[in-house]
């Protein structure tokens, strides 16, 4: 039983001696010894692009929940959405990388050298038109009640099609699904749970939750829009159509918003593009010019 | 001992980063210890949530103490499925959990069909760690790390930490 002696021992060696530990060590492919290898009869573009368009999904929610670090409202909120966060950044790196490793040319060029791994190309080096995430996970946070509202239409939307992705032909997409179900499934529950806390509380908050869920509702049909890179992954057998899990997600939703005494928003759909066709709100482009200003600044640098 | 026995023995001392009352073989990361034919021990290991920061850490630490027990060549592997689960933290990782104070998971949720929809604070069937109390509350369903939610003992008024369930 040499736990107890390994625990001290790692702890001896952090105060002298720091050189074991992952600090300063090289990147680590996230898929480090997976078989990547495309199913066959599958396009290995589409393939690529479908895991892009669903890993920059959870990258700019997640990058969104992490302006929240510090500024939540209470300590125990704080927390909440920073491990939400971070799950939706694992979900993302690993969609990345298995896009980039089906096809590597939908991977941007960095200068020869540069110590970068692919994931983190796609995430820093491309600009917002090259983003092919929802426009409901781009917008700004707003307030609490506005981000409660957001990812719970996030979570139950991307369960759902979590779900059916777990049967994926892609062993890869099927297992970071059947991992990330777990996960999004208390996502789900968290943001319902406050969803019905504000909408039952008092006045201010009830007003708060309705004006934030009125307010994301004309970009929620583009979740269910089926784009020609969903519909060529569906019927490859390695993506989902998300049009399929409409009536799924709908049902969810309405049960929550019975609980809370919330009518069904009836504004009607935001007109422009698709953001899974890479036009965004410009909300995107300032989001990006944020998140990516460091890496661009050091296409070389080591973190 | 056969060398396999050793490179297994070796790969199954080394600790979690972030819960180093355990090793990874009684948190149930690691997967497969294994040797290649060209000698080298091949290591499969499986994140705890998709976003695990520690894997790096698991891969160098277990890196590190093969070599110490003469392994030169050591290759680590990330097995994604099937995704893990706290069911595979073994009895004696739940013994050293709730000997430091942390409240070991129940069993994980049964999955079949869709996950049905929870609006209800979580009920888990917790007892203190330190006093054995079933009298205890939720204080936060998120904690100091992704896999533990946090409780306050309402018998002996100690908070403590609860390995979540999944």
Aim: charged share 25%; glycine share 8%; with cysteine.
């Amino acid at each position: 039983m040499p736990a107890h002696h390994d625990h001290e021992s790692v702890y001896s060696g952090l105060l002298v001696n720091d050189a074991h530990w992952a600090f300063g060590t090289d990147f680590e492919d996230p898929l480090a010894g997976v078989d990547t290898t495309v199913p066959d009869g599958v396009d290995p573009a589409v393939l690529a692009r479908y895991c892009l368009v669903l890993g920059d999904d959870a990258l700019v929610l997640s990058h969104r929940l992490t302006e929240w670090c510090g500024r939540a409202p209470d300590l125990e909120e704080d927390i909440a959405l920073a491990n939400i966060a971070l799950d939706l950044l694992g979900q993302a790196r690993l969609l990345l990388a298995r896009a980039a490793a089906a096809d590597p040319s939908c991977v941007p060029a960095l200068p020869e050298g540069s110590p970068v791994p692919a994931e983190d190309a796609l995430a820093y080096f491309r600009a917002d038109r090259d983003f092919g995430n929802v426009r409901l996970v781009e917008v700004p946070n707003g307030d609490f009640a506005e981000t409660t509202a957001r990812l719970l239409l996030f979570a139950t939307w991307r369960l759902a099609l979590f779900e059916r992705l777990a049967g994926s032909r892609d062993a890869v997409l099927s297992a970071v699904a059947a991992k990330g179900r777990k996960e999004l499934s208390y996502h789900r529950d968290f943001a319902g749970r406050w969803f019905l806390t504000l909408a039952q509380g008092t006045e201010e908050s009830r007003r708060r939750v309705l004006d934030a869920l009125g307010g994301l509702w004309p970009l929620w049909p583009e979740l269910f829009r089926s784009h020609p890179v969903e519909t060529a992954a569906a019927q490859a057998g390695v993506g989902v159509d998300p049009a399929s899990v409409a009536a799924e997600v709908d049902a969810v939703l309405a049960r929550v918003f019975a609980a809370a005494d919330v009518p069904r928003p009836e504004a009607a759909p935001r007109v422009g593009g698709a953001g899974r066709d890479g036009a965004h709100t410009e909300a995107l482009g300032r989001m990006l010019a944020e998140m990516q200003v460091v890496a661009r600044a050091h296409p070389g640098g080591r973190w | 001992m056969t060398t396999l026995d050793r490179a297994r023995a070796a790969a199954e001392s080394v600790v979690d980063p972030e819960l180093p009352m355990l090793t990874l073989a009684d948190l149930g990361v690691l997967r497969a210890v294994e040797l290649a034919a060209d000698g080298a021990v091949r290591v499969a290991i499986t994140p705890t949530y998709s976003g695990c920061p520690a894997m790096a850490a698991m891969r160098d630490d277990l890196v590190r103490e093969l070599r110490g027990a003469g392994f030169a060549e050591v290759r680590v592997r990330i097995a994604l499925d099937p995704a893990w689960t706290t069911d595979w933290i073994t009895p004696r990782g739940r013994a050293a959990l709730a000997a430091a104070g942390i409240s070991p998971p129940g069993p994980a949720p049964r999955r079949g069909g869709p996950v049905v929809l929870d609006l209800l604070p979580p009920r888990r069937d917790v007892r203190c760690p330190r006093c054995e109390s079933a009298d205890v509350e939720l204080t936060s369903e998120f904690g100091s790390t992704a896999c533990k939610a946090l409780y306050r003992c309402r018998a002996c008024l100690e908070p403590f930490d609860h390995v979540k369930e999944i």
